[in-house]
């Protein structure tokens, strides 16, 4: 089949190379337009962008999709199917009836569960034991649309977001060639969704990234990993963000009211609603991410709290 590959940060990497591996004609990609990046804010190329370039691909960068001159470049393309991976856009009618087939979306949960922007982080803020990734028909609905495919993968005790990402990147840009295949072969039928244990993933935002301290430590420990490594976890320590890594709930640790904090020789805790969390890497703003314990040693005080 002729396609065109829909995607934009890293973690669309992986499907698009299996696609361009497989035996499926990858005729363009389709990703947003060159943006500020970093702290410079210098202009760059997404990372789906930056690939299809060094493989000679033709990059499309409409600033929205329905913009009448790519709605004639995906005519011309003759194109079958457009699989998605974090596009990043919505895309409208006039452009999913393009395409022979429509357009595929690779979403990372068991749909209906978390239908939205940000999947993985809210099934690890939710404290899930169990994620996965499903293949689904596009269509106007926030992802509403007939399942094609489904992985199952379990939620590790100590999982950032990053690392479960990771996973079902890999896992989904198989099950993403597997579905392809079936659709070229006339073998699949899309699977209308339950529509029981719908729930919703919503961008996460810098705020939601603020670690609560007047919660209780499983909450602070997942609150943490579901924004590692972005936005990044972060509290407010002597009138500056402090950014956390991962912490470890600490039963043995010092008896500490919600926020108070102690500095030993070789270890920092923080107090919670319930037991209080060891820290184990910090960064203050402007600097280098460094050991909580280094920091510490920096800021031995009686008085010690975060915000």
């Known amino acids: 089949m002729r396609i065109v590959f829909a995607g934009t940060p890293e973690v669309a990497l992986p499907t698009l190379e299996a696609l361009h591996a497989s035996d499926h004609e990858l005729v363009a990609v389709l990703t ?46 003759d194109v079958d199917l457009v699989p998605v991976v974090a596009y990043g856009a919505l895309v409208p009618p006039a452009a999913l009836d393009i395409p022979r087939l429509g357009w595929i979306n690779l979403h990372f949960s068991l749909l209906p569960a978390w239908r939205g922007a940000a999947p993985v982080q809210h099934a690890i803020l939710a404290g899930d034991e169990m994620t996965g990734a499903c293949v689904f028909q596009l269509e106007q609905g926030l992802d509403t649309g007939p399942v094609y495919g489904s992985l199952t993968e379990p939620i590790g005790a100590r999982d950032t977001a990053g690392d479960l990402l990771e996973r079902l990147a890999d896992a989904g840009a198989r099950l993403t060639v597997e579905v392809v295949d079936g659709l070229a072969a006339g073998l699949l039928e899309g699977r209308p969704q339950s529509e029981d244990g719908v729930s919703h993933a919503s961008k996460i935002t810098v705020e939601d990234a603020r670690v609560r301290w007047n919660e209780p430590a499983f909450a602070v420990d997942r609150r943490i990993r579901a924004v590692t490594p972005a936005p990044g976890a972060w509290t407010e320590f002597d009138g500056a963000r402090l950014r956390l890594g991962p912490v470890a709930v600490d039963p043995d640790g010092p008896d500490l009211e919600p926020g108070r904090v102690a500095i030993g020789k070789r270890s920092v805790h923080v107090g919670t609603a319930t037991d209080p969390v060891r820290l184990d890497q910090v960064q203050p703003a402007g600097k280098k991410r460094m050991d909580a314990a280094a920091w510490g040693r920096g800021h031995q005080t009686a008085e010690a709290r975060f915000e």
């Open 32 to 77: 947003r337009p060159d943006a500020p990046t970093g702290r410079g804010r210098r202009i760059s190329r997404s990372p789906v962008a930056a690939w299809a370039d060094e493989h000679g691909i033709e990059v499309l960068t409409p600033a929205k999709p329905r913009e009448p001159e790519f709605l004639d470049r995906l005519r011309e393309l």
